[in-house]
């Protein structure tokens, strides 16, 4: 009979080891997510940077065009 709270005791035991473990996995695993995203912001914010510098290259094409076709519309 004395053996009975000493098993009951391992049990709670083993599973608060399981639990521990599982916890222990699913921190790694947000671990991971979390730096996988922050890789992914870092690639959006390239992406963006990238993406503006090409609106402002093409916004100053455009103006270039509107004015030396202003200026030809002004000499005919």
Same mark, same amino acid.
Request: with cysteine.
């Given at each position: 009979?004395?053996? +009975?709270? %000493? %098993?009951?005791? !391992? @049990?709670? *035991?083993?599973? *608060? &080891? =399981?639990?521990?473990?599982?916890? @222990?996995?699913?921190? &790694?695993?947000? +671990?991971?997510?979390?730096?996988? #995203?922050? $890789?992914? !912001? #870092?690639?959006? =914010?390239? !992406?963006?940077?990238?993406? &503006?510098?090409?609106?402002? %290259?093409?916004?100053?094409?455009? !103006?270039?065009? &509107?004015?030396?076709?202003? #200026? $030809?519309?002004? +000499? #005919?």
């Amino acid at each position: 009979m004395t053996d +009975q709270p %000493l %098993l009951a005791f !391992e @049990h709670k *035991l083993d599973q *608060l &080891i =399981q639990v521990c473990s599982r916890l @222990h996995d699913e921190n &790694i695993q947000l +671990q991971k997510a979390v730096a996988a #995203s922050k $890789l992914k !912001e #870092s690639d959006w =914010q390239v !992406e963006r940077a990238r993406l &503006i510098e090409k609106n402002e %290259l093409a916004k100053t094409r455009v !103006e270039a065009m &509107i004015s030396r076709l202003k #200026s $030809l519309e002004e +000499q #005919s």
